[in-house]
């Protein structure tokens, strides 16, 4: 980073400030809107969210929410004025469409293995990235460059490429739709991409620290878990985000590969359906609920965003 | 790159390992590597050589126990004579040239505009960087909706400013318009792609550069020419690759918005991969299918490093 005030020469000066920042603005204003649209649509009616014309503002509801949540039948008149009052004010507001909640939804189930696949994914992947990194950054591995582009070219491969015989290789070995072979397969892509991202913040770590504690009397690798490991923690804290961001979002494999009891977030989004076609204010209240922890980890990760999405090649 | 110290370390003789942690480096370096290896060994690398196997025989996932023929290079034959997979394969290039360019483009004259370091900058720069790290399943899922003719948000704001009838285009079901709406999103969802790389090569051209250009009396528009635009190539060029991998094998953002239709004209090269394996069961040509695409962005990727390669010399 260069000083500011270092910059006044290199500016175009027929271009101020303002109007730059004011077009910067009205891009990033457009980009958000989609977003924000759909944000307002969790907070819809189901008919509100598909009137004609597009209704900016409406009576806020949480219908979405709560069929998010729920599973839902219609009911007779006859039949829902047989029941006794409703106890809750969710059981109310669906009572008001004249139906009874039948269940909870999947969603709770998928979310859990959205979280349950996303960590343990990355948790492996880190822990064999970090120490594949250290011995790639320290040591003189004989082939290391050809081995690290193995490692790259690994994700070059289109992912249906591989679902195929991964497909079948999880058939024989019972795999199919279990977290564990999801775990395993996103460990396996994330891995690559550690090991790029830690070699990058190893190397940056200067030698001298664990040779100064390996003169102290330290093994290599007390040297590695003392010296080595506390220094890198920001490296991995960013690497991890950007493995479990992968994890989070990734949908070939989920869809080939899940069809319900390791079923993540992104293959089960477009399948909440309501009456007649996608119940867009609950598809919309998910997408809201599946974008915002990636919202928190991108303002998190802002320092390092650069550097996660192109495999360490550009550094700030 | 190696430093003395370093090479004695790399030569220091083995120590006996009775001792906790007390291995040698050649032992932990392999020890450290090996895991990984084996693992991307097994689930990369393994389905990969199955998939060339499977490719020359007519093997059908969904038929595991009918019998199982070699054909040789029939499945090859078959794919680079369907005029379906042409079609797939020109559906991808238009896809990958239109949205690259205008990403670069967009994200070009953004990472300019930013570079200004206006009062927010950092601000609004978060802002735009938001859909990329969104994950293209759902962005394409609710972008059906948003492109919904009448009650979606984008026919409205056309409407609004062009004075169309808001019902009178549909952008998913329409056959003139259906590509170039998988184009718009994948430009939304990824010019802060390359605006984020333009922006970091732009700050990495020393500022006495155009201190000299100045004294040089250099026009802002020759200054862009001969300093900024070649000293940010290389970077452009780096975003270039990786959104040309990604797009070449885009999946699950085309699949969820468009799934290939209307009939096949957004039929990109992946979905058709995914149609000929999980839907047609065509194991064997799918496989056949899969390896010449690898090959295809393996070669290009290899092609392009090189020119890049070049470009950074200079």
Redesign the interface.
């Known amino acids: 980073m260069s000083v500011p005030s270092a910059h006044s020469v290199s500016e175009l000066s027929s271009l101020p400030k303002t109007i730059a920042g004011i077009v910067v603005a009205a891009y990033a204003i457009i980009t958000i809107l989609p977003l924000l649209w759909i944000f307002l649509t969790g907070f819809k009616t189901p008919t509100d969210s598909i009137s004609y014309p597009p209704k900016i503002f409406s009576e806020p509801s949480v219908e979405g929410y709560v069929n998010l949540f729920t599973t839902r039948t219609r009911q007779t008149p006859e039949f829902l004025s047989s029941l006794p009052p409703p106890q809750t004010w969710y059981e109310q507001l669906v009572r008001s469409r004249s139906m009874v909640i039948a269940g909870p939804s999947k969603v709770l189930p998928r979310f859990l293995n959205s979280i349950v696949i996303g960590f343990g994914s990355t948790f492996l992947a880190v822990c064999l990235g970090t120490i594949a990194a250290y011995a790639f950054s320290r040591f003189r591995v004989p082939l290391a460059d050809d081995l690290l582009f193995f490692i790259l070219s690994t994700r070059m491969m289109p992912p249906i490429a591989v679902a195929i015989p991964i497909y079948l290789m999880f058939r024989n070995l019972g795999l199919t739709d279990t977290k564990l072979g999801m775990i395993l397969l996103y460990t396996a892509v994330n891995v690559s991409l550690a090991v790029w991202l830690l070699k990058g913040f190893i190397d940056e770590i200067p030698r001298e620290y664990e040779e100064a504690a390996m003169v102290d009397g330290y093994t290599r690798l007390q040297a590695f878990f003392k010296v080595v490991l506390p220094q890198a923690t920001t490296g991995i804290a960013a690497t991890a985000i950007f493995c479990l961001i992968f994890a989070w979002n990734e949908y070939a494999f989920a869809v080939l590969l899940t069809s319900g009891d390791a079923q993540t977030m992104p293959p089960f989004i477009p399948f909440i359906i309501g009456e007649g076609g996608q119940d867009w204010p609950a598809v919309a209240a998910a997408t809201t609920l599946f974008f915002l922890p990636i919202l928190l980890f991108t303002i998190v990760l802002r320092r390092h965003l650069l550097r996660g999405i192109t495999f360490g090649a550009v550094r700030k | 790159m190696?430093?003395l110290?370093?090479r004695a370390?790399?030569r220091a003789p083995r120590r006996p390992a009775f001792?906790?942690?007390?291995?040698s480096?050649?032992a932990?370096?392999?020890?450290?590597?090996t895991?990984?290896?084996l693992?991307?060994l097994?689930?990369?690398?393994?389905?990969?050589l199955?998939?060339i196997q499977?490719s020359f025989t007519n093997y059908r996932?969904n038929r595991p126990n009918a019998p199982l023929r070699y054909i040789g290079l029939a499945n090859y034959r078959d794919i680079l004579t369907d005029p379906d997979v042409w079609h797939a394969m020109q559906a991808t290039a238009h896809f990958v040239l239109w949205s690259i360019a205008l990403q670069v483009v967009l994200g070009f004259s953004?990472a300019l505009?930013?570079n200004?370091?206006?009062?927010?900058?950092?601000f609004?720069?978060?802002?735009?960087?938001?859909?990329?790290?969104?994950?293209?399943?759902?962005v394409g899922?609710?972008?059906t909706?948003?492109l919904q003719p009448?009650?979606?948000?984008f026919n409205?704001a056309v409407a609004f400013f062009t004075g169309a009838d808001?019902s009178s285009f549909q952008m998913i079901g329409d056959v003139a318009l259906a590509p170039w709406s998988i184009i718009m999103v994948d430009t939304?969802m990824w010019?802060?792609?390359v605006m984020?790389?333009c922006l970091?090569g732009l700050?990495s051209?020393?500022?006495y550069i155009?201190?000299a250009a100045?004294v040089d009396r250099a026009s802002?528009w020759r200054?862009?020419w001969s300093i900024t635009l070649p000293m940010v190539m290389p970077?452009l060029m780096?975003a270039i690759l990786?959104r040309a991998?990604e797009n070449?094998?885009m999946?699950?953002m085309v699949?969820?918005l468009t799934s290939g239709g209307p009939g096949s004209t957004t039929e990109v090269?992946?979905i058709t991969?995914?149609r000929e394996?999980?839907e047609k069961w065509r194991?064997g040509y799918?496989?056949a299918l899969?390896?010449i695409?690898?090959v295809t962005?393996?070669g290009a990727?290899n092609i392009y490093v090189r020119a890049l390669d070049r470009v950074k010399q200079r």
């Open positions: 190696s430093t110290a370093e370390v790399a001792r906790l942690g007390g291995m480096d050649r932990i370096a392999w020890l450290f590597i895991p990984s290896i693992l991307l097994a689930i990369n690398i393994f389905p990969l199955w998939t499977l996932a953004l505009l930013i200004r370091r206006f009062r927010g900058h950092s609004w720069t978060t802002m735009i960087l938001l859909p990329m790290m969104l994950s293209p399943a759902v899922n609710f972008w909706f948003l009448q009650i979606g948000l409205s808001p939304w010019t802060p792609y984020l790389i970091a700050r051209i020393p500022d155009y201190e100045e802002p200054q862009f970077f780096l990786f991998i070449f094998k999946f699950d699949n969820l090269a992946s991969l995914k394996a999980f194991t799918s496989s899969a390896i695409l690898f962005v393996f990727a």
